[in-house]
């Protein structure tokens, strides 16, 4: 298997892990109450109708997953870039949807589930670079 193919597989493990993790902190939340990554990721629709447009960050990430599998990397990488400043963007939020009444709660830190998942975008484009890179011509001296 090529080394591009088995980064894109990595970058999806990752993201499988984020998916079991907290994603965030926030004021007012019960000591030890928590949702993964998983309940986000089947609710994130709904927030991006009140202006959390990070959550696109997913559907372009799995879409910078299949065209490495299909040798598209020319493709696959602008699409890790965008995944990438997506989830990166989130960063910078500083209340978060807590209802959907809709009620805001102040964001107070990142829990692993977050960084796993902007690792995850970041593995996307090192497999796609590396998708690029085993693509271009070889000269010998």
Do not use: C, D
């Not at 980064?7 to 993964?36: C, D, I, M, N, R």
């Not at 990430?61 to 020319?74: V, Y």
């Amino acid at each position: 298997m090529r080394l591009s193919r088995i980064t894109t597989l990595v970058s999806v493990v990752v993201y499988a892990t984020a998916l079991t993790q907290k994603g965030f902190h926030s004021v007012g939340e019960p000591p030890g109450a928590w949702s993964p990554g998983l309940y986000f990721l089947f609710v994130g629709p709904l927030s991006v109708l009140y202006g959390v447009f990070e959550w696109l960050g997913n559907p372009v990430l799995f879409a910078a997953w299949i065209f490495p599998l299909a040798r598209k990397n020319k493709i696959a990488l602008p699409l890790a870039l965008l995944a990438t400043a997506l989830i990166a963007a989130f960063l910078f939020r500083q209340t978060i949807v807590a209802s959907e009444a809709p009620t805001y709660a102040k964001m107070t830190g990142y829990a692993a589930g977050y960084w796993l998942w902007l690792s995850s975008a970041i593995i996307a484009i090192l497999a796609s670079a590396i998708g690029l890179i085993n693509k271009m011509p070889r000269y010998t001296v």
